[in-house]
């Protein structure tokens, strides 16, 4: 199957600890690819490495065919590479409208419009509101993104990832931190996504009842290193897996 | 949200309207002087406001641009014959200055974060404060020197000053309403997110660097315009202008008069201005009020303290809290409406 995006060797390493470790991976596109492993595996270091905020140390990464290891996080979201952050990362003094706004402005390539008043654009805040209304969160539109609970950002960070409009979403824990009655909401339109079929999804996740029912493909990092990939199934019967982290972190 | 803006708007031309006929009421020599420091003081904390408030920049090295603008123009009217050709040549000459400084002092913002860029402008800052004390032949060193301004036509010559106070005006009313379009527009939005949050502008897909030179050459042309004024106001240019107490009157007007609102820093140069004007002459009363400048270190400390949004900064916040609690009100009745 064509992949969308591959990693070659991926290495970082931070003074001696070396945070991810020869990971070769391939993730097939259009596909919903899960990345599992406990706490300090390199999972969310592994996304950095994806979407450019950091640099490996060794290996090569490739988007469509085309080595990106060099490009920044800037090229790689003009590419579509969206992601959305484990620790919220909005701008707290502006709307939360505004947040989602800035993100359509971006997709919308309105980059250096300075003369035209910010509502000339109507379409982009109608658009933002949709966005909002599918994330549960529109009522919250004219809050200060800093005043949002903490569930409400992790939608804020959902809604911003939507508006890219990206080929390749990246969700690091995106139902983190959300009351057990606000998680359905957030399921659903990642599984909307999914249902439409032409987005690649690469989710975080801890929640193993989660992962199970949305994944095509799981990726097992553990200590850094690629423990397992394949379906599902290949990993739940995966003895190595059931060793080194379910039946660990169960027991 | 058009209807707040346009009401916004009718505020502040019927406020520019009654300054417009404030000279023909008060028209000694003395106010109309220091309502043009507040117009020319307001231009230049407006162009500080875009870095401090909208993007987020610190500088300590704004005076150079205002300093560059002041001997720009003083410079081209000294040496050359003062007509309103080379009025109009002194005035490109220093926003063109300005321009070039502030695209590279914005390329540096580049490289340096924060408390380092802010020392990095200092010592600019200070270098070209050098430069006007060292170059006497230009510059007449540290004694400075007075031009001529170009004689008005007729009855207006005799109403120079007043002719003076409606330029000052009427170039602040339109960079005010030039600028607020600016931050109100989607480059104004993405300004201010880089101030929010420089790493997730990034990941949206904006680059920094093109914004930060953007609002740094807009702020350095405005900045340099504002010493223009004021060169042109006092027809006198000296090393004043390039001093670090020039940079933090515009952080003291913009803090006092509210980060980040444009309109603030306005407010802020006319309260200061003013305070300056009648705290000094209570000097007879004690001498502390001649040391006016540690009554405002006071009053600045408190100010950052209690009103860290400044007066416009705190006025918003009253408002925007009580559109959000009629809002909630409205909703909560419909609500139970409904049910």
Same mark, same amino acid.
């Given at each position: ?30 596909? $919903? ?90 379409? $982009? ?39 890219? !409009? ?5 969700? !690091? ?79 | ?21 404030? #000279? ?88 340096? +974060? ?28 540290? %004694? ?41 527009? #989607? ?27 953007? =609002? ?28 670090? %107490?020039?940079?933090? %009157?515009?952080?003291?007007?913009? =803090? ?51 009103? #860290? ?8 916040? +009253? ?6 609690? +009629? ?13």
């Amino acid at each position: 199957m064509e992949s969308i995006i591959e990693t070659k060797d991926l290495t970082i390493s931070f003074g001696g600890h070396i945070a991810v470790n020869q990971v070769s991976v391939s993730i097939p596109r259009n596909l $919903f690819t899960s990345v599992i492993g406990p706490n300090g595996a390199g999972k969310t270091t592994f996304f950095n490495l994806l979407s450019g905020q950091l640099n490996p140390t060794v290996g090569k990464v490739f988007f469509k065919g085309e080595n990106i290891t060099k490009k920044s996080t800037v090229e790689r979201t003009r590419l579509g590479i969206g992601r959305s952050f484990q620790i919220t990362n909005v701008f707290p003094n502006i709307t939360v409208l505004e947040n989602v706004r800035l993100a359509i402005q971006s997709r919308e390539k309105v980059r250096f419009q300075m003369i035209r008043h910010f509502t000339y654009y109507k379409k $982009f805040t109608e658009e933002a509101l949709n966005i909002l209304n599918t994330v549960l969160l529109s009522k919250r539109a004219n809050a200060l993104a800093a005043n949002l609970s903490h569930g409400e950002k992790r939608k804020l960070e959902i809604a911003m990832l939507l508006a890219l !409009d990206p080929e390749l979403l990246l969700l !690091d824990e995106p139902t983190a931190g959300m009351s057990l009655e606000e998680v359905p909401a957030i399921l659903e339109v990642i599984e909307n996504i999914k249902k439409e079929g032409n987005r690649t999804i690469i989710l975080i996740e801890h929640k193993m009842d989660m992962v199970l029912g949305l994944s095509d493909q799981i990726i097992v990092l553990y200590n850094g290193e690629l423990l397992a990939q394949g379906n599902p199934e290949e990993i739940m019967d995966n003895e190595t897996v059931q060793t080194a982290y379910i039946g660990g972190e169960s027991k | 949200m058009i209807k707040t803006i346009q009401k916004s708007t009718w505020i502040y031309i019927a406020v520019a309207f009654m300054l417009v006929l404030l #000279p023909f009421f008060k028209d000694e020599r003395w106010f109309l002087f220091l309502m043009i420091q507040v117009f020319t003081f307001g231009i230049f904390a407006m162009s500080y406001d875009l870095l401090l408030g909208y993007t987020g920049i610190v500088s300590f090295g704004h005076a150079m641009f205002f300093g560059l603008g002041a001997y720009s123009i003083g410079i081209t009217l000294n040496f050359l014959e003062s007509t309103f050709m080379n009025l109009f040549l002194g005035i490109l000459l220093a926003l063109v200055l300005g321009g070039i400084v502030a695209f590279f002092a914005g390329i540096l913002t580049l490289r340096l +974060k924060s408390h380092y860029y802010a020392m990095l402008t200092l010592a600019l800052a200070s270098l070209f404060l050098v430069l006007a004390e060292k170059w006497r032949s230009v510059t007449r060193g540290s %004694d400075g020197f007075t031009f001529r301004i170009p004689e008005l036509p007729g009855p207006l010559q005799d109403h120079r000053n007043l002719v003076v106070y409606m330029f000052c005006l009427v170039s602040m009313v339109l960079i005010f309403f030039g600028l607020r379009r600016l931050t109100e527009s #989607p480059l104004g939005k993405i300004l201010v997110a880089i101030r929010e949050n420089e790493g997730r502008v990034e990941s949206l897909g904006f680059r920094i660097m093109p914004y930060k030179v953007i =609002i740094s050459v807009v702020s350095g042309v405005v900045a340099s315009f504002a010493g223009v004024l004021y060169a042109i106001s006092i027809r006198f240019v000296g090393t004043n202008v390039f001093g670090i %107490d020039v940079t933090l %009157d515009a952080l003291l007007m913009t =803090i006092i008069g509210g980060v980040g609102t444009l309109v603030g820093p306005i407010i802020g140069a006319g309260i200061i201005e003013f305070a300056h004007h009648y705290l000094s002459d209570l000097s007879d009363v004690h001498w502390i009020f001649e040391r006016w400048i540690i009554l405002f270190g006071i009053v600045y400390i408190l100010a950052v303290i209690f009103f #860290p949004a400044g007066i416009v900064g705190t006025l918003w916040h +009253k408002l925007a809290k009580r559109k959000h609690k +009629k809002q909630e009100m409205k909703q909560k009745t419909s609500d139970k409406l409904a049910s």
